[in-house]
């Protein structure tokens, strides 16, 4: 079976719109995700690859798959507002349609919203719109180093695969080992209810 194309397409519910990446979203990207924190753990080439304000502005459409994969940005709809603030942004990527194969990756939120409900929220719209487009492997992963990251793909429910040794160099041009992870379409269902759950929201 080969999975359906996958619209590139706004997604919306438990409190966020992802919104398909524009340009005229940077300013906002630059506020919530322009911080050495958010560099501290690994996203972005690590630490020694930190940039704020414009620098931060011009690197990150060079950086993002922009043009080749699925790169979202996410608004928070917990406020009421015209215009919802952004809070981060995620990708799908490495669509494989004939494998029933995708990777979400290229995650990164404002500090402001680590440990709340936006991770999971997010990747329970992301996850939802692969595994309903017939997808049937979805690849999660991060920097071994990266503690935190490591934790909340382990919280989502992703099964751990293994270290891809010298997946990718840093900033400072060490080399990255990456943890991989995934979740296949036989535990979306618990996947998706532990998501619901930790949002409030399963029903029964």
Same mark, same amino acid.
């Given at each position: 079976m080969v999975a359906a194309d996958l619209p590139f397409v706004a997604l919306e519910g438990h409190g966020l719109r992802l919104e398909p990446y524009d340009p005229a979203h940077l300013p906002g990207l630059t506020a919530a995700l *322009? #911080? $050495?924190? @958010? +560099? &501290?753990? /690994?996203w972005?080439? *690590?630490? &020694? /690859?930190a940039r704020t304000g414009d620098d931060f502005a011009a690197w990150l459409p060079t950086y993002l798959p @922009?043009? #080749? !994969?699925h790169v979202y940005v996410v608004r928070s709809l917990s406020v009421p507002d015209a215009a919802p603030p952004i809070i981060g942004t995620s990708t799908i990527l490495d669509l494989a349609p004939a494998a029933e194969s995708a990777h979400i990756g290229y995650t990164a939120y404002a500090p402001e919203t680590w440990g709340s409900? @936006?991770? $999971?929220a997010a990747k329970l719209l992301l996850l939802g719109h692969l595994f309903d487009h017939g997808y049937g492997r979805v690849k999660l992963q991060a920097d071994v180093r990266n503690a935190r990251s #490591? !934790? *909340?793909?382990?919280?989502?429910? &992703?099964? +751990?695969?293994?270290? &891809?040794r010298r997946d990718a160099q #840093? !900033?400072?041009?060490s080399w990255r080992d990456a943890a991989v992870y995934s979740i296949v379409v036989d535990e979306w269902p618990a996947v998706r209810d532990g998501l619901l759950e930790r949002l409030g929201e399963l029903e029964g």
């Amino acid at each position: 079976m080969v999975a359906a194309d996958l619209p590139f397409v706004a997604l919306e519910g438990h409190g966020l719109r992802l919104e398909p990446y524009d340009p005229a979203h940077l300013p906002g990207l630059t506020a919530a995700l *322009g #911080r $050495p924190e @958010v +560099f &501290a753990g /690994g996203w972005g080439g *690590g630490p &020694a /690859g930190a940039r704020t304000g414009d620098d931060f502005a011009a690197w990150l459409p060079t950086y993002l798959p @922009v043009g #080749r !994969a699925h790169v979202y940005v996410v608004r928070s709809l917990s406020v009421p507002d015209a215009a919802p603030p952004i809070i981060g942004t995620s990708t799908i990527l490495d669509l494989a349609p004939a494998a029933e194969s995708a990777h979400i990756g290229y995650t990164a939120y404002a500090p402001e919203t680590w440990g709340s409900s @936006v991770n $999971p929220a997010a990747k329970l719209l992301l996850l939802g719109h692969l595994f309903d487009h017939g997808y049937g492997r979805v690849k999660l992963q991060a920097d071994v180093r990266n503690a935190r990251s #490591r !934790a *909340g793909i382990e919280k989502l429910g &992703a099964q +751990f695969e293994g270290v &891809a040794r010298r997946d990718a160099q #840093r !900033a400072d041009g060490s080399w990255r080992d990456a943890a991989v992870y995934s979740i296949v379409v036989d535990e979306w269902p618990a996947v998706r209810d532990g998501l619901l759950e930790r949002l409030g929201e399963l029903e029964g």
